[in-house]
């Protein structure tokens, strides 16, 4: 069973960088299609990034285009979120997913099998 723990939330002020880690156990990351959904409150879940299983197509929400980038540490088994000159609106409980199911990358949820129990990010002056 592939079990996904994100890190790294916490309260930070405009205009800082954060990196948020994903680390699985259970299966191998670069085996997977990745996505990284954030729900932010009173608002519908926004995928912010997807890649491809093998790592040949991506997928960036205009929101955070030029602001957030995504890299794997293949030896730690882990994924990883920059997230820089973050603005308020980027406060969300942001979730690492995976699918083992996906050989592309999918904007819909449901296409992803396992989800991270998610970590709280608030953007505050």
């Known amino acids: 069973q592939v079990q996904l723990v994100e890190s790294g939330g916490g309260l930070v002020q405009p205009g800082d960088s954060l990196s948020l880690p994903c680390a699985a156990s259970g299966g191998t990351l670069s085996g997977f299609a990745l996505g990284w959904f954030r729900q932010a409150p009173g608002k519908e879940g926004e995928l912010v990034f997807a890649?491809?299983?093998?790592?040949?197509?991506?997928y960036t929400a205009d929101s955070v285009k030029g602001r957030f980038t995504i890299s794997r540490d293949n030896a730690k088994n882990t994924v990883y979120m920059q997230m820089n000159s973050r603005r308020p609106e980027d406060t969300a409980v942001y979730y690492c997913?995976?699918?083992?199911?996906?050989?592309?990358?999918?904007?819909?949820?449901?296409?992803?099998?396992?989800w991270g129990q998610g970590t709280q990010v608030t953007v505050s002056s």
């Open positions: 997913t995976a699918s083992t199911r996906l050989i592309g990358y999918s904007t819909t949820d449901r296409d992803y099998d396992y």
């Open positions: 890649i491809s299983r093998f790592g040949g197509s991506t």
